[in-house]
């Protein structure tokens, strides 16, 4: 007989259940193997998976709230923070000697915590500003929309791909209480002119964050290889807070990101603490209150696995994989690169007469190869971003092959040719206009929606929010997002 009370299924055996994580995992993109170039970061080390597994089992349950009840967690944030500094030229016998910083879950808390900490140092300002290049990552879009905050954005030439700083010096006003300038900047990889913004944000009183999420663990071991990194570290008169994510080219699992500030007194106003009820007080250096051991622990293991020799070697290996990438795209008619490459990153576009980029997208997808498509911007125009790790390297003499043959097949194909409705549709349309069906409609007809996983060929659908503004491009995705995120009841 079934009990009509229950609310959740029956228990399963734990072999079965692992059994159906493994199963929903079958559908995902592959994490190893050098083949995807977004979203995860794969050294290739043998053994270090499950090193880093181990790590985070032992201290999954550890809970990051109190320090005093668990030191263990206190000794290992505050190994990564020093990690973390001596890596970006802080540390005893440094210009910053005294560079203090906190754990994260990630880039963007690290952000929002960069933001929410100038903010926080200026209660006299009612309405506080930053200022930011229109290549800052959207998370400190996301960080002045939570935090109330106006967001000042500096446009970037199409040529140099980086902000003027005479142009973010012109953009800092008595309300400004941050200067944000990349270390690279994530869509194309080239590093701002960081000692010039800092400069100017120093003149003006203003505190200055360089987002070094994604190249702070490799710059500066490419630089100890000879490669002509600009200063963009604490190194830098000037820079106030950096962020670096461990869980990107530091190849922790996810997630685990620094942010570092230059003293103390800067760190202060990130703090929360608040004893104004009966319970505990409580005080957070970020936004999570509880927080899981499991990440920091992996992090730390892997950090001290890995070692500073292991760095250098993962970055001369990377090295040579983004070398042999950008010298596949300058070998096809029909490509060139967005911008030499100064990271980790290898951007590319197509010239004019050139194959369609997201049919391209979509071809190089059917060969094996997961790359990020990026739209159009401001004078941008459309690019295939590869975030290149270590993991890479054995598979580049694959890659110029294949790339030359998914241009072959792109040209074949044509460019994507939208339906003369859905153009004035996607240009004419405003954020406010769509209806949640008229969206359902929409992703009915592109094949997508319905709690179905997204089709692998998404040519149609990039090339309809190419033709969108940006505000109607957030408000489809938002919608089409929505679609797939249903309760499977």
Known sequence: MIDESRVLPPGIA?????SEVRQLRAGDRPTHGGQLFAYVYDPAVPGLDELAAAAHRESAHVNGLDPTAFPSLLAMENALVGAAGRVLGAGPGTTAPDVVGSVTSGGTESLILAVKTARDAHPEIAAPRIVVPSTAHAAFAKAAHYLRVALDVVPVSPDRLRPDPSAMAAAIRPETVLVACSAPSY???VVDPVAEIAAAAAAAGVRCHVDACFGGWTLPYLRRLGEPVPAFDFAVPGVTSISVDL????????????LLHRDARLRAPQYFAYADWPGYTMINPVIASTRSGGPIAAAYATLRHLGDDGYLRLADVTRDAVAGLADAVRAVDGL?????????????????????????????TARGWHTQPQLSYAGLPASVHLTVTASVAPRVAEFGPDLADAVAAARAAGPVAL???LVALATSLTPDALTPELVAGLAGGLGLGGGDAPTDRMAVVNTLLDAAPPALRERLLVEFVGLLQRPTW
Do not use: I, Q, W
Request: aromatic share 8%; with cysteine.
């Open 336 to 364: 060139r690169l967005m911008a030499e490459p100064e990271s980790t990153v290898v951007c590319f576009t197509a010239t004019e007469g050139g194959p369609d980029l997201f049919v391209l997208v979509d071809e190089l």
């Open 187 to 189: 869509a194309h990889g």
């Open 14 to 18: 734990a072999d079965v259940a692992l």
């Open 247 to 258: 869980h990107k080219y530091a190849y922790a699992p996810k997630g685990v990101s620094v």
């Open 419 to 421: 339906p003369p409705e």
